[in-house]
């Protein structure tokens, strides 16, 4: 009751212009009601500014903002911050235009305060501190608009950062919360930079990238639970922590997480046990107790999933991991240890939305040893739409693995298709799949397919009419015919790569380059079959400044 009659009161107040009297109202309700309402102080900024006191209102907004708000109340504020920044730029305009009608144009001065902060959210940390430097209206705008310094990166510093130093600048942030923090540096005091984080009272970080860092896993895990409810990232990298236990946690602790990037780690101190191959029609390889295990863990929010060189992964560990992840759309497996053959088996019964996978074998990874039950994963594959597929230098790649992924698939938005490497794949695989057109593919990679023929490599060119980047390096089956379709239907092509292509001849390259000299930006023929003289003409044909990008 003493709120609403307060409230009351300053609207009244307000309605009869007496600004400082209801300004004093709300002073005495937030002293007398500490911790007080964050409404009061955003009511407090909204008196300001009919005052005409920007600076003031910003003062609110501030003291405000060390309540920590919930996620509208700090979007609320943050809009009322970027009006108060912006009133009280444009009156530093008008003072310094009229006194310095000679001096050069400042962007401060003349841009509209979001671009001017979208200008300066660009920079890294150490340049933002260094245009602290320029002058005092720099000076003071930098310094006053904290959102700028929510973002914090210690990437290799020739110093490394003492966690005293971390500790003086989550204190000038004024009650501003830290949203990203990134530290990839090994020599630096791991624990104590951690510790830092922990106790800090207005941390809602939003992503938080972490490599190399040793530190103690306790530490981290009661990071990761004060962050848990605002973290929307997360990257790792290193042997300090296993995959099995960051998993647990996230699923415990961040409730919205959308991102999770894990390399270079082992799996768990203590492996799982691995189940045996049992004939089990809901997976294929693993039996029914396991699913039964799984359903009783905690499921994952990750939409985005990458992991990279880890150790001893096994497919009941992946399993674990990806029958927890009912909203993941994208998977990333980077050199990965496991064979491609159970990770597509476990995919047949798990991430209903999946829309791309990237996949890449480790140079050390063991062949799949049961490959036919394959076929019974097959059977019940689940039907897909898939953005990218990426499949490469998987020796194992079958072809009745490739059509599990693409026959039943929804391919209407593939943008992204790469096989690149994998000589086991013959016309089978495609077989069915290039009916229709591909109007959304933009990368088409086949590089090292040697088992397609020409027909299979016609039909792929006729379903890709929008393509921009194709790779057919190494494949001799690559002729005239499949270069003049390429120059025909490929209108917006913007990079070729034919080298090893050694069944093509001169005259249908020139005619491509002379067609597609427009869009065309890379062509690549190394130790293809043309001539010297082709390879002038193209050097001709194609701007010098394109080929400065060629990798």
């Known amino acids: 009751m003493f709120g609403i009659c307060k409230h009351y009161q300053v609207q009244c107040l307000v309605q009869l212009e007496y600004y400082a009297e209801a300004l004093a109202i709300i002073e005495m309700v937030v002293k007398q009601n500490a911790p007080c309402s964050i409404l009061w102080y955003i009511m407090g900024s909204d008196v300001c500014f009919l005052q005409g006191n920007h600076a003031e209102a910003l003062a609110w907004l501030n003291r405000g903002n060390e309540l920590t708000p919930d996620e509208n109340q700090e979007e609320e504020i943050e809009l009322r911050k970027r009006l108060a920044f912006e009133k009280l730029a444009s009156c530093n305009n008008t003072t310094v235009i009229v006194q310095n009608p000679e001096k050069r144009i400042d962007f401060l001065q003349t841009l509209p305060y979001d671009l001017v902060s979208a200008i300066f959210q660009q920079l890294p940390f150490e340049c933002l501190v260094q245009c602290t430097w320029v002058s005092s209206h720099w000076h003071a705008y930098l310094v006053n608009s904290l959102h700028l310094w929510q973002d914090l990166e210690f990437s290799y510093n020739d110093m490394p950062v003492e966690p005293s130093a971390l500790r003086l600048y989550l204190s000038r942030l004024d009650g501003a919360p830290l949203k990203r923090i990134k530290i990839h540096h090994e020599c630096v005091d791991g624990d104590g930079l951690l510790t830092e984080l ?99 863990l905690k499921p994952l929010s990750i939409r985005r999933l990458a992991l990279s060189g880890i150790h001893e992964l096994t497919m009941t560990q992946l399993a674990r991991i990806l029958c927890r992840s009912p909203n993941l759309i994208d998977l990333e497996l980077e050199n990965c240890i496991l064979d491609i053959v159970p990770v597509a088996s476990v995919l047949g019964y798990s991430c209903p939305m999946l829309q791309s996978l990237r996949y890449s074998r480790h140079r050390y990874a063991q062949h799949a040893a049961v490959l036919p039950l394959m076929k019974h994963v097959m059977t019940e594959w689940r039907q897909r739409s898939w953005r990218h597929l990426v499949i490469t230098k998987a020796p194992t790649t079958t072809n009745a693995l490739v059509q599990a992924l693409l026959h039943r698939a929804d391919l209407t938005r593939l943008e992204r298709i790469d096989l690149t490497g994998n000589t086991g794949l013959s016309d089978e695989a495609l077989q069915g799949v290039v009916i229709n057109k591909w109007m959304h593919l933009r990368t088409l990679r086949l590089a090292g397919c040697t088992g397609f023929t020409e027909q299979t490599l016609l039909d792929v060119v006729k379903a890709c009419p929008m393509v921009l980047h194709i790779d057919l390096s190494g494949i001799p089956t690559v002729t005239d015919a499949v270069v003049d379709l390429i120059a025909k239907e490929c209108k917006q092509l913007q990079t070729l790569n034919l080298d090893e292509c050694i069944s093509i001849s001169d005259q249908p390259v020139r005619r491509l380059v002379t067609a597609l000299g427009d869009t065309l930006d890379e062509l690549h023929v190394n130790n293809a079959s043309i001539s010297v003289e082709t390879a002038g003409y193209i050097m001709s044909k194609i701007k010098l400044e394109k080929k400065g990008s060629r990798n």
């Open 198 to 296: 922990v106790e800090h009272q207005r941390l809602r970080l939003q992503e938080l990238d972490l490599s190399e860092l040793i530190c103690t896993p306790a530490i981290f895990y009661k990071l990761l639970t004060n962050v848990g409810s605002t973290l929307r990232v997360l990257r790792w990298r290193g042997l300090v922590l296993k995959l099995g236990n960051i998993i647990d946690r996230v699923a415990e602790s961040c409730i919205q997480l959308q991102q999770l990037q894990v390399r270079s780690c082992f799996v768990s101190e203590k492996p799982y046990d691995e189940t045996s191959a049992l004939d089990n029609p809901r997976g294929g390889y693993l039996p029914k107790s396991f699913f039964d295990q799984v359903s009783a």
